[in-house]
């Protein structure tokens, strides 16, 4: 059998591509929920300040803070992402890995 890099490529994209269909969504869902989770506080921190009850720097100070809690909480994400980027990279390798070997002669 014949080696042709163009179709392996192909393929190798493919899996990638499968792989990350599968973990976007979960992600995407994460993200949601963070917002969602800090939606109060965030709320809270704007009707402060529209009011008036808030001096600039009291709001610069809790956005601040919520920022932070935003940021750690979407470290979990850069850890999904890139557990999804490796499983990718696995997939495509895998693919290259049979198609060398599919390749070889008996």
């Known amino acids: 059998m014949s080696f042709d890099i163009n179709a392996v490529m192909t393929d190798m994209g493919a899996a990638m591509q499968k792989t990350l269909e599968k973990d976007l ?5 994460f ?3 963070i917002l969602e989770e800090e939606k109060e506080s965030l709320e809270l921190i704007g ?6 009850r808030w001096s600039k720097e009291k709001f610069d100070k809790e956005l601040e803070r919520e920022k932070k809690v935003i940021q750690v909480e979407m470290l979990t994400i850069e850890i999904m992402t890139k557990a999804a980027a490796q499983r990718a990279v696995n997939a495509a390798i895998d693919v290259f890995v049979k198609a060398v070997k599919a390749a070889l002669p008996i």
């Open 25 to 29: 969504p979960d992600i995407e869902d």
């Open 31 to 33: 993200g949601q929920e």
């Open 47 to 52: 009707k402060e300040r529209v009011a008036g």
